[in-house]
C-alpha cells in the first residue's frame, strides 16, 4: 500500500501554502514555478514515495551528495536544500513527523553575479542599438530584439529592480514624481513586495523618459492602461515573457561578446541589477548605504557581501584622502605632517 503521507505530498503541501501567500501579496510569483521545479527536477526523481518517517539525516547527506554527483553549482544545492528544509519543517509543524532531521549544509560563499562596468554597459547600449535596427536581426523563437529589450536594460539599471519583479510591475504600481526645487524627476514604483521589501523604489532621473517613450508606444498599440504591465504587456503569461527577455538578452551578450566578465563568470539579466547598485556605489556624492539599500528593497548587510564585493578601497581614494578641514598634511616639497586628529 502507498504511504499516505511521503515527501511528495508534503511538498505539495508547502506548493499550496505558497500558492496562498503569492496570492496575498507576500511573495513574488516566481516563487510557486520554483518550488515546483525543485520537486520536479531535484526531490521527486530521489524520494519518490518514501514516507516521511523514513528520512532521516544520513538520506539527507545521500541526497545532497547527489545533487553535487550531477555537476549543480553550489548556489543551487543550497536553494534544493532550503526547498527540502521548508518541506519538512512544514510537516514538523503539522504533526507529520515528530522530529525534524539535521539539513546537511555547506557554508555559502558570496558569489555575485557580475556587474557591467560603465564601458561594457556603453557597449552593450551601442549594440542594442544597432540590432534594433536590423543590423544584424537576432531573435529567439521568431520574436525579433527591437526597441523593447533596450528599454528593459536602461529601465532596470536606473530603477535596481529585480529582474523577476520588473514583469510583474504595471503602470499602476509607478508614479512620475514631477521636478521640484529639490531635484529633478524621477518614479517612484510601488510594487509588489520582493524579498520581504515593501518599500518604494525610487529611480534614477534617467528612468523617467524610458518609463513615458514605453508607455507611449504601448498606447498605440491598444495598451498603457493602468492594470497592464510595463513590458511586453501583450504577453499575459508572465513566466514567459520573463524568459523570451532573458534568452533574447543572451543573445546579444554574445553577439556583443560581453557574455562573460573579466573572471569569466556569465552576465545575465540580474547583472543589470547589480550594475545599477555599484554604479550608485562608484559615483554617487555622500550617498549612504542605508539609503540606497532602502531604494534598492535589499539590506546594508547584503550590499557589502554581494554587490560592493568586487570594490576595492583605491576605487574612493579621493574620499579616503579627504579632510572635513584644511591640514598640513600635504605640504610641497616638506615631509608630511600628521593632521591633528588622525593616527599615526
Same mark, same amino acid.
Not at 504587456?233 to 527577455?245: F, Q, T
Not at 547589480?274 to 548587510?301: G, M, N, P, Y
Given at each position: ?16 501554502? +505558497? ?58 544545492? !543550497? ?27 555547506? +557554508? ?137 527577455? =532573458?534568452?533574447?538578452?543572451? !543573445? ?11 573572471? +569569466? ?45 568586487? !570594490? ?11 579632510? =572635513? ?20
Amino acid at each position: 500500500m502507498k504511504p499516505k503521507h511521503t515527501f511528495i505530498t508534503a511538498a505539495e503541501t508547502l506548493i499550496r501554502d +505558497g500558492e496562498a501567500r503569492v496570492r496575498m501579496g507576500q511573495n513574488s510569483a516566481r516563487l510557486v514555478p520554483d518550488y515546483k521545479d525543485r520537486l520536479r527536477c531535484h526531490c521527486a526523481p530521489f524520494f519518490g514515495d518514501t514516507p516521511l518517517a523514513n528520512i532521516d539525516s544520513a538520506m539527507l547527506r545521500r541526497f545532497r551528495d547527489e545533487l553535487v554527483a550531477k555537476g549543480l553549482k553550489q548556489a543551487t544545492v !543550497l536553494v534544493v536544500m532550503s526547498f527540502v528544509s521548508k518541506t519538512l519543517r512544514m510537516a514538523h509543524d503539522d504533526g507529520l513527523i515528530r522530529q525534524m532531521p539535521a539539513i546537511p549544509r555547506k +557554508g555559502q560563499k558570496p558569489s555575485p553575479r557580475p556587474a557591467f562596468t560603465a564601458a561594457t554597459y556603453t557597449k552593450l547600449l551601442t549594440t542594442l542599438k544597432q540590432v534594433e535596427k536590423g543590423k544584424p536581426v537576432i531573435a529567439f523563437k521568431g520574436n525579433r530584439v527591437d526597441w523593447e529589450l533596450r528599454a528593459i536594460v536602461t529601465f532596470m539599471v536606473n530603477t535596481f529592480t529585480r529582474p523577476g519583479d520588473v514583469f510583474a510591475l504595471k503602470n499602476e504600481h509607478i508614479i512620475v514624481v514631477p521636478e521640484d526645487a529639490d531635484g529633478p524627476a524621477y518614479l517612484r514604483i510601488d510594487a509588489p513586495s520582493s524579498k520581504g521589501h515593501e518599500a518604494p523604489i525610487i529611480s534614477m532621473p534617467v528612468a523617467v523618459p524610458v518609463y513615458q517613450r514605453t508607455i507611449e508606444r504601448h498606447r498605440k498599440a491598444g495598451f498603457g492602461k493602468p492594470d497592464d504591465y510595463v513590458f511586453l504587456p501583450s504577453k499575459k503569461k508572465r513566466a514567459y515573457a520573463h524568459e523570451l527577455v =532573458r534568452r533574447q538578452f543572451r !543573445l546579444v551578450l554574445k553577439h556583443a561578446g560581453l557574455l562573460q566578465s573579466t573572471k +569569466g563568470v556569465e552576465h545575465s539579466l540580474y547583472s543589470l541589477r547589480h550594475t545599477a547598485i555599484t554604479l550608485r556605489l562608484l559615483h554617487a556624492k555622500d550617498l549612504d548605504l542605508l539609503t540606497l539599500a532602502r531604494t534598492a528593497r535589499t539590506s546594508v548587510e547584503m550590499i557589502d557581501r554581494f554587490y560592493a564585493s568586487s !570594490l576595492t578601497a583605491e576605487l574612493n581614494r579621493d574620499k579616503l584622502h579627504s579632510f =572635513r578641514r584644511p591640514t598640513r598634511f600635504l605640504t610641497d616639497g616638506v615631509s608630511p605632517v600628521v593632521a591633528k586628529g588622525s593616527c599615526a
